[in-house]
């Protein structure tokens, strides 16, 4: 799954609550097929897509998120 944020900030957010609860998570730039404000976004294995759903719910983190082509 990729998850695309406003900010850089948000990014780097996500990935600390991510990592945290030891979800499998990695920072890439934005696929071209995709726009964003930010540069950045997050790819998060599939088998962790709820869950990582919930923990940005949780923090407040808001969050667009795509599925893997």
């Known amino acids: 799954m ?4 406003r900010n850089a ?3 780097i957010r ?5 990592r ?3 979800l499998d998570c990695r920072v890439r730039p ?4 995709y ?3 930010c540069g950045m976004c997050l790819f998060v294995a ?7 759903r919930e923990l940005m719910l949780r923090n407040r983190i808001e969050a667009t998120y795509h599925d893997e082509k």
């Open 20 to 22: 945290e609860a030891g």
């Open 30 to 33: 934005v696929p071209e097929e």
């Open 14 to 18: 996500a990935d600390a609550a991510a």
């Open 2 to 5: 990729i998850v695309l944020f």
């Open 46 to 52: 599939d088998a962790h897509s709820g869950v990582f």
């Open 9 to 11: 900030r948000e990014v």
């Open 35 to 37: 726009s964003a404000e």
